[in-house]
Structure formats: C-alpha cells, structure tokens
C-alpha cells in the first residue's frame, strides 16, 4: 500500500506563492507517475499536474500553466507543487495522487492540504 502525505498549505495573499510537498511511502517511489488534483468548495475536483516516473513527462492544468510548476526528488521519496502568482480562484484543497497505470496517476490519494488565497 502506498501512504501519501501533503504538507505545505495555508493561507496567502493573492500574488503570493506557497510550495506544496507531498512524502510518500509504503512502496518504490519512483515506480509511480505522480500528480496533483484540488476541489474547492462546492466545486468538482479538477486535475492541477502530473509529472512521470523519472521526471521526463509532465502535464499541467491549461488554468494554471505559466503559474504553477510540479517536480520530484526520487532521493527524498517526495513529490511537490510550485504555487505563484495565487489567485482566489486557486483556494481548494490539494490533494497529492500516485499511480502506475493511468495518466494522470489516480491509484492512491492522500488526504489533502488546504490552500486559501485572500484577494
């Protein structure tokens, strides 16, 4: 079983930055894609980014593309997420996902950090 683990949420101020990280274990880490979704209030949970197993590939949401930026360090077994430029439209819960079988990688779920951007 894979654990995964967010950390790095809070609230900031629009324009502002925050880096989410997520630790994984139980399992290889680099043998799985990872990604990251987010659900906001009253709204349906929506793909953020993903990036492949050796960092080769990785995709991101069209409405964060420019702002937001995923990376990995196979080394520390974690997985983060780059926030700038903040937008209120961006407050959710971010949740941290792993997978060996789909793109973007939907297997394992964490439990999710919040984000909240006061404009």
């Known amino acids: 079983q894979v654990q995964l683990v967010e950390s790095g949420g809070g609230l900031v101020q629009a324009g502002g930055s925050l880096r989410l990280s997520c630790a994984v274990s139980?399992?290889?880490?680099?043998?799985?894609?990872m990604g990251w979704f987010r659900q906001a209030p009253g709204k349906e949970r929506e793909f953020v980014a993903a990036?492949?197993?050796?960092?080769?590939?990785?995709d991101i949401a069209d409405s964060v593309k420019g702002r937001f930026t995923i990376s990995r360090d196979n080394a520390k077994n974690t997985v983060y997420l780059e926030m700038n430029s903040l937008k209120s439209e961006d407050t959710a819960v971010y949740l941290c996902?792993?997978?060996?079988?789909?793109?973007?990688?939907?297997?394992?779920w964490g439990k999710g950090t919040l984000v909240t951007v006061s404009s």
């Open positions: 996902t792993a997978g060996s079988g789909s793109w973007p990688p939907m297997d394992y």
């Open positions: 139980g399992r290889t880490f680099s043998n799985y894609a």
């Open positions: 990036i492949s197993r050796r960092s080769v590939n990785t």
